[in-house]
């Protein structure tokens, strides 16, 4: 005798032999939502364009896996493209997989979504000049589990350069990476707390996340000579001038503002 289960046919409960495929051509409810959740979306992956796209994508990446370097079957969007469907021909978000890495990615991608589901994110833009205490005012407000995102930091890991100095050539991969970052955040709730450091404030941020977060705009206010003070004892040699300039032409407004001594 086979095992028994309990489901729902036709909005009923019913017990059916176990391997029997619940959900019939005449479940009218479901199919209703499924043609019109997903039509587009398998429509596109059968799609001559996407055939197209996905055999450049493939030959750009010659045929690898670009996780573990076995042969590639798949092409996989980086940042999903139920999470960002505008993106979904962008050849910079694919990437050539192999079924055990695309498996892999697939279920990290489903765990921290239905992990952040009931979570609330906080998003964070912290904004002040150079050696103002930015970073010190994120630990002290960090939780165990968050996302900073430190351009002076990022700079110096890529390139191995002091603290502040300037890789005009890493800079483009460092602002890649925050594009991504972003796209990726508009779909997440996965984290406590998203902190962005910056010296201005970036008006694209706001744009990006504004209808899915909410972001807060802190300003840590330190005396300028403060701070040159600051990067003197630490012999790190900036053009300070400069970036005050533009510092006090920026709008902060809309920030609020956290004194600092």
Not at 126 to 144: E, F, I, N, Q, W
Request: with cysteine; charged share 30%.
């Amino acid at each position: 005798m086979k095992p028994a289960k309990l489901s729902f046919i036709n909005g009923r409960p019913t017990i059916v032999d176990y391997d029997t495929r619940v959900r019939h051509d005449n479940d009218q409810a479901y199919n209703y939502h499924r043609r019109v959740a997903d039509d587009e979306y398998v429509g596109f992956y059968k799609s001559q364009e996407w055939r197209t796209l996905r055999k450049q994508i493939l030959e750009r990446d010659l045929g690898l896996c670009q996780r573990c370097g076995m042969p590639a079957e798949l092409v996989d969007h980086i940042i999903p493209s139920k999470d960002d469907w505008d993106d979904r021909l962008n050849p910079d978000n694919l990437q050539s997989l192999c079924r055990e890495c695309h498996r892999i990615k697939t279920k990290r991608e489903w765990m921290k979504h239905h992990k952040g589901s009931e979570r609330y994110m906080e998003v964070n833009m912290v904004c002040g000049l150079p050696a103002s205490g930015k970073t010190t005012y994120v630990k002290r407000h960090m939780t165990d589990h968050d996302l900073i995102y430190d351009y002076d930091e990022l700079m110096q890991a890529l390139t191995g350069l002091p603290s502040r100095s300037r890789n005009h050539d890493v800079h483009d991969y460092i602002m890649l990476f925050l594009d991504q970052m972003l796209r990726k955040l508009k779909a997440e709730q996965t984290f406590n707390n998203v902190w962005i450091i910056r010296t201005l404030p970036d008006e694209r941020i706001d744009g990006l996340l504004a209808n899915y977060h909410h972001v807060n705009h802190i300003l840590i206010d330190t005396d300028p000579k403060i701070c040159l003070q600051r990067l003197k004892q630490r012999k790190q040699t900036i053009a300070f001038t400069e970036i005050l300039n533009s510092f006090e032409k920026a709008d902060f407004k809309h920030f609020r503002r956290v004194k600092n001594r």
